[in-house]
């Protein structure tokens, strides 16, 4: 390590290896930049670490043994043991190992980036440029400058302030991935994205599962029918559902937890071996020193950017979870790029959020992009709906997986598709073409008109823009 009086210069340096970070260094060695990269963990951030990645791998194990508890087709015997969980989690391990390894350590290294292992905090330069201390787990530290930094520090779980839950071992969507075995009853506080995959996921590996939501119904963010059809897909696999309930205290027993819960004025008490707290995220900014550098912090933590992900600060920038935003890798990638297109380009430029997709990976997974007709009508855009149950789509019938519908949200005279939403089998690539119509301004007439392979999924699509809309109510 060098010592505190020799400083490095670079153009640009990144706090953070996650998604954003990655994505702007890589831009920035692009264009010809001198990138340093500061980590103080794992490189990768969340996505690699603790969460796509290791979720969909083990969510995709908990499909397979639900497939062989399961069949669905005649003459086709098939059976699942209790699972051993150990050598499930070693082998989802070993996959986040070879990842990090070449994309993210090798590559980075290939790239030209210097990656600083070690925790960053601005120091007052009394200079344009700003100034990082740098400093290693064996406290040796290293000063650098750059001409620009860009923040992309990420989010962590958000971990409510509720009686007794710091005396229970409490497990976070991280840390529940790591366990040596399934516990027999899990009590998930939170039921939206992330809950509801842990939840599906550890139902499917063979514990009695509980999901707590604040919201009066699950996926609150989504469209109602899309919520209401995914709990009575997640019920028939055993989930049960406690919504409009509020956590209000917790407290250990011998085999586990015991949590007091508050629906209106009814309180009930649920006991089970573990809880899982997957009450969202918050901005991670914690030993950054952004009040060195006059960078200002929203009401939730984050990182306040104007539209072109600029802070307070000229010269400072953030991206990604960080900023408070949609917290998808995409779009973390996405403004990692566009921040160093800002920070080193002629004309700034902001990034359109219109059609960015959403994807929850439970079975059948639920997918939307554009406005629900909630959302249309909140900012005063009329508009017209089409559903369609996937009973009546044929690839939907010869699977045997015709649970789900697909909704359409259009404009009423031109016909402009403003929104899709989905639950159901593949549900994330069909929203993937629906983005597509979207990003391309399709009409419903267009939709009906384009060609679609028979039996696909996307197919649905089609359909149901060949369908009359909904009589309003």
């Given at each position: 390590m060098?010592?505190?009086?020799?400083?490095?210069?670079y153009d640009l340096a990144v706090i953070g290896a996650g998604s954003a970070a990655k994505?702007?260094?890589?831009?920035?060695?692009?264009?010809?930049?001198?990138?340093?990269?500061?980590?103080?963990?794992?490189?990768?951030g969340t996505c690699l670490n603790v969460g796509c990645i290791p979720s969909k791998s083990l969510l995709a194990a908990a499909e397979a043994r639900k497939s062989a508890q399961n069949s669905s087709f005649p003459g086709i015997p098939t059976s699942a043991g209790p699972v051993d969980l150990p050598p499930l989690v070693a082998a989802k391990d070993a996959l986040l190992r070879e990842r990090r390894e070449e994309d993210h350590v090798k590559g980075t290294e290939q790239a030209g980036i210097d990656l600083?292992?070690?925790?960053?905090s601005f120091s007052p330069s009394g200079q344009e440029r700003p100034a990082l201390i740098v400093t290693g787990q064996d406290g040796a530290q290293t000063r650098i400058s750059a001409e620009h930094v860009l923040i992309g520090t990420g989010a962590e779980p958000l971990i409510p302030d509720i009686p007794g839950l710091g005396d229970v071992d409490h497990l976070t969507s991280a840390s529940a991935m790591s366990l040596d075995r399934v516990p027999e009853s899990l009590l998930v506080i939170g039921g939206n994205a992330i809950g509801l995959e842990q939840a599906q996921l550890f139902a499917r590996l063979g514990a009695r599962t509980t999901v707590v939501e604040?919201?009066?119904?699950?996926?609150?963010?989504?469209?109602?029918?899309?919520?209401?059809?995914?709990?009575?897909?997640?019920?028939?696999?055993?989930?049960?559902?406690?919504?409009?309930?509020?956590?209000?205290?917790?407290?250990?027993?011998?085999?586990?937890?015991?949590?007091?819960?508050?629906?209106?004025?009814?309180?009930?008490?649920?006991?089970?071996?573990?809880?899982?707290i997957a009450t969202g995220r918050?901005?991670?900014?914690?030993?950054?020193?952004?009040?060195?550098?006059?960078?200002e912090l929203g009401s939730r933590g984050e990182v306040v950017v104007d539209e072109h992900l600029r802070t307070a600060h000229p010269r400072i920038w953030a991206a990604g979870d960080v900023t408070g935003q949609r917290?998808?890798?995409?779009?973390?990638?996405?403004?990692?790029?566009?921040?160093?297109?800002?920070?080193?380009?002629?004309?700034?430029?902001?990034?359109?959020?219109?059609?960015?997709?959403?994807?929850?990976?439970?079975?059948?997974?639920i997918a939307s992009v554009g406005l629900t007709p909630r959302e249309a009508e909140a900012a005063?855009?009329?508009c017209e709906t089409r559903e369609l149950p996937l009973a009546f789509v044929p690839r939907a019938m010869v699977n045997q997986r015709t649970s789900g519908l697909l909704k359409l949200v259009s404009e009423p005279a031109a016909g402009r598709i403003l929104g899709v939403h989905m639950v159901g089998e593949e549900a994330g690539e069909v929203i993937t073409a629906a983005t597509y119509l979207l990003s391309a301004g399709f009409t419903v007439e267009q939709l009906a008109g384009t060609w679609a392979p028979f039996l696909t999924m996307a197919e649905s699509l089609r359909i149901t823009a060949q369908a009359p809309p909904a009589v309003r109510e």
């Open positions: 060098h010592s505190t009086s020799h400083i490095q210069n994505a702007a260094a890589t831009e920035a060695r692009r264009r010809g930049k001198s990138v340093a990269m500061v980590e103080r963990a794992d490189p990768g600083l292992r070690g925790t960053a604040l919201a009066p119904r699950i996926a609150p963010f989504e469209d109602p029918s899309l919520s209401a059809a995914l709990q009575r897909a997640l019920v028939e696999e055993g989930v049960e559902f406690l919504t409009g309930t509020t956590l209000t205290r917790v407290q250990p027993t011998g085999t586990g937890v015991l949590a007091e819960l508050t629906a209106d004025s009814d309180q009930r008490e649920v006991s089970a071996e573990k809880i899982l918050r901005p991670v900014t914690d030993g950054l020193n952004l009040a060195a550098v006059d960078v917290q998808f890798v995409y779009v973390a990638g996405a403004q990692g790029v566009a921040a160093v297109s800002n920070m080193f380009g002629d004309t700034p430029r902001a990034l359109d959020y219109t059609a960015v997709p959403r994807v929850t990976f439970t079975a059948p997974a005063g855009q009329p």
